[in-house]
């Protein structure tokens, strides 16, 4: 399996929602990363994950709240979202993350597209 | 990580090669450079990867300069799916930083019929 899923494929939510974001990966891979996108815009590094343990949070609002309950599993909680949070939400893993050295190789899923009313 | 400067858009028509250049004038001695694509709406696709030598895969070659301050990705023969946003980025080997990919703007590539 060498497959990133991510689910739901859209999600349309109002600004008082709690909604998630899941990301599931069967390679053994034990790093694992959000990216959110905007339209016509490059995906930006939200979070990282490097054996379940955040890794790297680039300031992203505490509105948005990720989860790594195991090396296979990746969410993130959204609550009090923004209509500017409107966007794709991209999941991938690798290998590993800040430990090691060597070629470190991503594979993203297909996204998340959300709405914010 | 050092950056990336990329053109904006390119084209190129269909069964011809598709050169796509990329300059990290900054890169220091332990980043890789990276290449991905992402065709409209889907999630980034890796391509291929290099430190300094040369390297082919089946989808792509990466020729990179001895001195490492630019590099070319090269689709041997376009084809109408390869129609996407190319993203060069270069990536430390190591550290904290180890496996964090920043994307730049990218090159818009259309092939054409």
């Known amino acids: 399996d060498t497959e990133v899923t991510q689910t739901p494929k859209h999600l349309v939510m109002g600004m008082t929602n709690k909604k998630s974001l899941k990301c599931e990966q069967h390679?053994?891979?034990?790093?694992m990363y959000w990216y959110k996108q905007k339209a016509k815009k490059p995906p930006e590094l939200m979070f990282v994950?490097?054996?379940?343990?955040?890794?790297i949070n680039e300031s992203v609002p505490s509105r948005f709240s990720p989860e790594c309950p195991n090396s296979s599993l990746l969410n993130l909680h959204l609550h009090a979202l923004q209509p500017e949070d409107s966007a794709l939400y991209l999941c991938?893993?690798?290998?590993?993350?800040?430990?090691?050295?060597?070629?470190?190789?991503?594979?993203f899923g297909a996204g998340s597209r959300l709405t914010v009313l | 990580d050092a950056k990336t400067t990329q053109p904006p858009s390119m084209d190129c028509a269909e069964g011809r090669a598709a050169n796509l250049p990329c300059n990290h004038s900054?890169?220091?001695?332990?980043?890789?450079v990276y290449w991905y694509r992402q065709i409209h709406s889907q999630g980034p696709q890796y391509i291929i990867h290099?430190?300094?030598n040369n390297e082919t895969n089946e989808m792509a070659s990466l020729i990179i300069t001895e001195d490492r301050k630019s590099s070319t990705l090269i689709l041997p023969h376009a084809t109408l799916r390869d129609t996407a946003v190319y993203y060069c980025?270069?990536?430390?080997?190591?550290?904290?930083?180890?496996?964090?990919?920043?994307f730049g703007q990218g090159t818009i590539l259309t092939v054409h019929p």
């Open positions: 390679m053994g891979h034990r790093a």
């Open positions: 290099g430190l300094k």
């Open positions: 900054t890169i220091s001695g332990n980043e890789y």
């Open positions: 994950y490097s054996y379940e343990k955040l890794s």
């Open positions: 980025i270069v990536s430390h080997a190591g550290g904290t930083s180890y496996g964090k990919l920043t």
């Open positions: 991938a893993s690798s290998q590993r993350q800040g430990v090691g050295s060597g070629a470190n190789v991503l594979t």
